[in-house]
C-alpha cells in the first residue's frame, strides 16, 4: 500500500506540472502589457514591468558565472521583450521553474541551461544577470532558479531566459526575456524618399520615431528622421499632413488608440517646436492596431505594425 500511494503522488506531481502556463489577463496588469506568446505565464501571476525594444542588446547566460569571470555571458542582439510578474500564492521556486521548462519545451525550444542558486554562481551570475531594477523585479543571491533556452527554425533564432526568485514576503517574483535575433535594420527615411513614397503610395511610413514602452515621449535618437520630416515639409509648404501613430496587438483597443494618438501628437508637437512646422498643416491621429501592415503573430510583424504615418489632408 505505501509503495501504491507514493508512485500515485509522484504522478500527481507531474499531473500537476501539466497546467504549464497560463496565457490569460489578469486584472492587475499594468497598462498596455501582454504575454510574450512563445513564453506565457505562470497561472496566477500578474505583470509588474514592461519593456518591448525594436532593437537592444540583452546577456544571455549558458553557463554557470564564477569568481573569476562573474559576468560570463552571451551578448545577444535584436528585438528584446522583458517582462516582470509576481505571484502572491504559496508555490515553489521548483514548481514554477518546472513549469516553465515544460513551456517552452512544448513551443519548441531546447533548454541551453538551467540552474539553481548555487550551481548557477550564486551571487556571481545573480549581480551579473540583466534584469529589471528595484522593486520591479528581485533576485535573492542566495534562493534563485535560472533557465535558458534556445529556438532555431526557419524564422530565426529565438532565445529566451526565465529568472525566478521570492522576496521578502515569500511572492515568487519572476522575469521572462524573449530575444529574436535580427541585425539592425536600416530605418532612416529621407526628405527625396518622403516626396517619392507621397507620389508613388500617398503616404509614408516612418519606423525611425523611437517611444520607450507605455509611453508618449519622443526618444533622442529620433532626431534624424524628425529632421527629414521637416526638410520634406519646408520644401512643400503648401501641403498638410495627418501624423497617424499605429501600434502591434498587444493591449486592448480603447489604450491602444489613446497611446497612438498620444505618439502622434507628440511627433507633432515636436515638428512645431523644435524645426518650426506650422501646427496648422498637421493633424494627429491615432489607429492603434486597426491598419496592421504584417501579421501580428510574430515579433517580426509586431515591429513592423509600430510605426508612425505620414498621410496629405
Same mark, same amino acid.
Not at 140 to 156: H, I, M, S
Not at 253 to 282: C, E, F, P, W
Given at each position: 500500500?505505501?509503495?501504491?500511494?507514493?508512485?500515485?503522488?509522484?504522478?500527481?506531481?507531474?499531473?500537476?506540472?501539466?497546467?504549464?502556463?497560463?496565457?490569460?489577463?489578469?486584472?492587475?496588469?499594468?497598462?498596455?502589457?501582454?504575454?510574450?506568446?512563445?513564453?506565457?505565464?505562470?497561472?496566477?501571476?500578474?505583470?509588474?514591468?514592461?519593456?518591448?525594444?525594436?532593437?537592444?542588446?540583452?546577456?544571455?547566460?549558458?553557463?554557470?558565472?564564477?569568481?573569476?569571470?562573474?559576468?560570463?555571458?552571451?551578448?545577444?542582439?535584436?528585438?528584446?521583450?522583458?517582462?516582470?510578474?509576481?505571484?502572491?500564492?504559496?508555490?515553489?521556486?521548483?514548481?514554477?521553474?518546472?513549469?516553465?521548462?515544460?513551456?517552452?519545451?512544448?513551443?519548441?525550444?531546447?533548454?541551453?541551461?538551467?540552474?539553481?542558486?548555487?550551481?548557477?554562481?550564486?551571487?556571481?551570475?545573480?549581480?551579473?544577470?540583466?534584469?529589471?531594477?528595484?522593486?520591479?523585479?528581485?533576485?535573492?543571491?542566495?534562493?534563485?532558479?535560472?533557465?535558458?533556452?534556445?529556438?532555431?527554425?526557419?524564422?530565426?533564432?529565438?532565445?529566451?531566459?526565465?529568472?525566478?526568485?521570492?522576496?521578502?514576503?515569500?511572492?515568487?517574483?519572476?522575469?521572462?526575456?524573449?530575444?529574436?535575433?535580427?541585425?539592425?535594420?536600416?530605418?532612416?527615411?529621407?526628405?527625396?524618399?518622403?516626396?517619392?513614397?507621397?507620389?508613388?503610395?500617398?503616404?509614408? =511610413?516612418? #519606423? !525611425? @520615431?523611437?517611444? &520607450?514602452?507605455?509611453? +508618449?515621449?519622443?526618444?533622442?535618437?529620433? $532626431? *534624424?528622421?524628425?529632421?527629414?520630416?521637416?526638410?520634406?515639409?519646408?520644401?512643400?509648404?503648401?501641403?498638410?499632413?495627418?501624423?497617424?501613430?499605429?501600434?502591434?496587438?498587444?493591449?486592448?483597443?480603447?489604450?491602444?488608440?489613446?497611446?497612438?494618438?498620444?505618439?502622434?501628437?507628440?511627433?507633432?508637437?515636436?515638428?512645431? =517646436?523644435? #524645426? !518650426? @512646422?506650422?501646427? &496648422?498643416?498637421?493633424? +494627429?491621429?491615432?489607429?492603434?492596431?486597426? $491598419? *496592421?501592415?504584417?501579421?501580428?503573430?510574430?515579433?517580426?510583424?509586431?515591429?513592423?505594425?509600430?510605426?508612425?504615418?505620414?498621410?496629405?489632408?
Amino acid at each position: 500500500m505505501g509503495i501504491a500511494f507514493r508512485r500515485i503522488s509522484r504522478l500527481a506531481a507531474l499531473t500537476a506540472f501539466a497546467t504549464i502556463l497560463s496565457s490569460a489577463s489578469i486584472a492587475e496588469d499594468i497598462a498596455g502589457s501582454a504575454d510574450h506568446p512563445l513564453v506565457g505565464r505562470f497561472d496566477g501571476s500578474f505583470i509588474v514591468a514592461y519593456d518591448v525594444r525594436e532593437f537592444d542588446e540583452y546577456n544571455f547566460v549558458d553557463e554557470p558565472a564564477t569568481q573569476r569571470n562573474p559576468d560570463n555571458l552571451k551578448p545577444l542582439e535584436g528585438a528584446v521583450t522583458r517582462i516582470a510578474y509576481t505571484l502572491d500564492a504559496d508555490k515553489s521556486l521548483a514548481e514554477v521553474a518546472r513549469n516553465f521548462e515544460l513551456g517552452l519545451k512544448e513551443k519548441g525550444f531546447e533548454i541551453v541551461f538551467e540552474c539553481k542558486t548555487k550551481e548557477c554562481g550564486g551571487g556571481n551570475l545573480a549581480y551579473a544577470l540583466d534584469t529589471f531594477p528595484l522593486p520591479k523585479m528581485i533576485v535573492d543571491p542566495f534562493n534563485f532558479r535560472y533557465l535558458g533556452a534556445k529556438r532555431t527554425n526557419d524564422e530565426g533564432e529565438v532565445y529566451a531566459s526565465v529568472v525566478i526568485s521570492a522576496d521578502t514576503h515569500k511572492k515568487i517574483r519572476t522575469q521572462v526575456t524573449v530575444v529574436v535575433v535580427d541585425k539592425l535594420a536600416f530605418q532612416m527615411v529621407d526628405a527625396k524618399a518622403m516626396q517619392d513614397a507621397f507620389a508613388e503610395k500617398g503616404s509614408v =511610413a516612418l #519606423y !525611425g @520615431i523611437y517611444f &520607450d514602452t507605455d509611453k +508618449a515621449d519622443i526618444k533622442p535618437e529620433s $532626431a *534624424p528622421t524628425l529632421e527629414q520630416m521637416a526638410m520634406f515639409l519646408k520644401g512643400a509648404p503648401e501641403l498638410s499632413v495627418v501624423i497617424v501613430g499605429h501600434t502591434d496587438n498587444q493591449g486592448d483597443m480603447k489604450y491602444n488608440l489613446d497611446l497612438s494618438h498620444r505618439r502622434a501628437q507628440s511627433v507633432v508637437d515636436a515638428l512645431a =517646436a523644435s #524645426y !518650426g @512646422i506650422g501646427k &496648422d498643416r498637421m493633424v +494627429a491621429a491615432g489607429a492603434g492596431f486597426l $491598419a *496592421p501592415v504584417a501579421p501580428n503573430d510574430t515579433e517580426d510583424g509586431r515591429a513592423k505594425n509600430r510605426r508612425v504615418e505620414m498621410i496629405p489632408r
